[in-house]
T-cell receptor
Framework: AQTVTQSQPEMSVQEAETVTLSCTYDTSESDYYLFWYKQPPSRQMILVIRQEAYKQQNATENRFSVNFQKAAKSFSLKISDSQLGDAAMYFCAYRIFGNEKLTFGTGTRLTIIP | DAMVIQNPRYQVTQFGKPVTLSCSQTLNHNVMYWYQQKSSQAPKLLFHYYDKDFNNEADTPDNFQSRRPNTSFCFLDIRSPGLGDAAMYLC??????????????FGSGTRLTVV
């Protein structure tokens, strides 16, 4: 069974600083997608960034970037220049190519300190 | 804007009284999902529809059922809610529209309270 592990239940960062959220996963598949989702308090879950496993280049979306290490099955999220609006629960998620199911990690609650 | 809409946002139901949660989408995605998310936990997939094909997760209780009358709408029926069913219920869709690229689009969720 595929599992996704987020070992940091809570993280905090000073506004404008950089923070990295960790995620590891376990799979025997070679084709899959990895995602980071953000869920602000009482608001909907939104996609932050996505990575295809076949791509060696790390995905980047503005202040958000990932460090994807396929051999180590690691997929960390780096948030640069943290802003108050980044405060949320962050979920790492995994999906096998051709399979509809998205498997989530347990989440990391990120607090931004003004 | 194309989106996934869940109604109601908050639902209070009595123990054992059937309740229906609804989800609609304007994305024309062919896959729709229902997830259950309890406090401070990861969302747990209950079932999903690929077009009209219903796919139930093995550990989803029989108490939970779903209907998808057309592409746009999907319903979650809880036949006899127990206290343990209190949770946030998330509807999501999946499909390639040039933007979401096989990721999911989520609704805002319905928070169910059982009294």
């Amino acid at each position: 069974a595929q599992t996704v592990t987020q070992s940091q239940p809570e993280m905090s960062v000073q506004e404008a600083e950089t923070v990295t959220l960790s995620c590891t996963y376990d799979t025997s598949e070679s084709d899959y997608y990895l995602f980071w989702y953000k869920q602000p308090p009482s608001r909907q879950m939104i996609l932050v960034i996505r990575q295809e496993a076949y791509k060696q280049q790390n995905a980047t979306e503005n202040r958000f970037s990932v460090n994807f290490q396929k051999a180590a099955k690691s997929f960390s999220l780096k948030i640069s220049d943290s802003q108050l609006g980044d405060a949320a629960m962050y979920f790492c998620a995994y999906r096998i190519f051709g399979n509809e199911k998205l498997t989530f990690g347990t989440g990391t609650r990120l607090t931004i300190i003004p | 804007d194309a989106m996934v809409i869940q109604n109601p946002r908050y639902q209070v139901t009595q123990f054992g009284k059937p309740v229906t949660l609804s989800c609609s989408q304007t994305l024309n995605h062919n896959v729709m999902y229902w997830y259950q998310q309890k406090s401070s936990q990861a969302p747990k997939l209950l079932f999903h529809y690929y077009d009209k094909d219903f796919n139930n997760e093995a550990d989803t209780p029989d108490n939970f059922q779903s209907r998808r009358p057309n592409t746009s709408f999907c319903f979650l029926d809880i036949r006899s809610p127990g206290l343990g069913d209190a949770a946030m219920y998330l509807c999501a869709t999946s499909g390639f529209d040039g933007k979401t690229n096989y990721g999911y689009t989520f609704g805002s969720g319905t928070r169910l309270t059982v009294v």
